[in-house]
Nanobody, 124 residues
């Protein structure tokens, strides 16, 4: 089992920045992908960014490339989502997720473990 706890959401003006954190516990993550997904009101959950914990390979949705960055801290077992140049359309509940690297592409569902989600609201 992997437990995931997100933090860092909030309200920000367009053009601003936020950093989300996802603290993981329960098992080593060396053979896992960590992903950030989001769900906007009335829309499907969508992939945002992901990272392969073992070698740091990163993956990003086209909509956030150049604006959002994922990173990890091995010592803290924590993944971060740095969001810059935020837009109102980035408003959503953001979820941290984890899955084994043998479970398929890091950019696609399903993922095995999920955090509770954190709200990000970008005002225009």
């Amino acid at each position: 089992q992997v437990q995931l706890v997100e933090s860092g959401g909030g309200l920000v003006q367009a053009g601003g920045s936020l950093r989300l954190s996802c603290a993981a516990s329960g098992r080593t993550l060396m053979s896992y992908y960590m992903g950030w997904f989001r769900r906007a009101p009335g829309k499907e959950r969508e992939f945002v960014v992901g990272i392969r914990w073992g070698d740091g390979s990163q993956y990003s949705a086209d909509s956030v490339k150049g604006r959002f960055t994922i990173s990890r801290d091995n010592a803290k077992n924590t993944v971060y989502l740095q969001m810059n140049s935020l837009k109102p359309e980035d408003t959503a509940v953001y979820y941290c997720a984890a899955k084994s690297i043998i479970s398929g592409s890091p950019t696609r569902l399903p993922y095995d473990y999920w955090g509770q989600g954190t709200q990000v609201t970008v005002s225009s």
